[in-house]
């Protein structure tokens, strides 16, 4: 299993800091300092609303990414469990954005061409993610590879456990 963002939607206010924090985090200069013509502003996550719930929408970095395997030229790749997409040799096909059951994987312009862009769990970054160190309501959280295993163990145990009771009460 790949680490990835995962929020919670019954907290998130829509307030939208992710989207800037990951923005700023992928631009070769403070964002802040920039006037606003100059900002490419492609954020790597989106925030979806409905009546009811308000969240980010990030790219849950498939050990067996179905964007990966569709990619026509190989610019995407899986890399120390951080599935990434190579801009220079991206053709904008968009087939990685059809294929994905997330919905993680958007079409956006950058550097004069339209290119697939999807979370990379800002790989490089010290701090790990700008957008779970931003969040003001703390609704976004890594959730590691290491504990999804432990939690997929954990359940497999208690699963017999209660198979074990339930063979002795029969």
């Not at 403070?30 to 409905?50: A, D, V, W, Y």
């Not at 980010?56 to 030229?73: D, F, G, Y």
């Not at 312009?109 to 003001?136: F, H, Q, T, Y």
């Amino acid at each position: 299993m790949n680490s990835f963002v995962i929020a919670n939607p019954d907290r998130c206010i829509g307030c939208r800091t992710c989207l800037i924090a990951c923005v700023d985090a992928h631009s070769k200069e403070n964002i802040f300092l920039l006037k606003e013509e100059n900002i490419e502003f492609n954020p790597r996550l989106s925030i979806i609303r409905t009546a009811n719930v308000t969240g980010p929408i990030q790219c849950r970095q498939c050990e067996n990414a179905a964007c990966l395997n569709v990619c026509p030229n190989g610019s995407i790749t899986n890399k120390d469990g951080v599935v990434t997409i190579n801009k220079n040799t991206c053709i904008g096909c968009k087939t990685c954005a059809v294929a994905c059951p997330f919905g993680a994987i958007e079409m956006a312009m950058i550097d004069d061409k339209v290119i697939a862009n999807k979370c990379d769990l800002c790989s490089g970054r010290e701090n790990g993610p700008a957008c779970i160190e931003i969040c003001p309501t703390s609704v976004l959280k890594l959730v590691k590879a290491d504990e999804i295993k432990e939690s997929i163990s954990g359940k497999r145990i208690r699963s017999l456990n209660d198979l074990a009771f339930l063979s002795n009460e029969l």
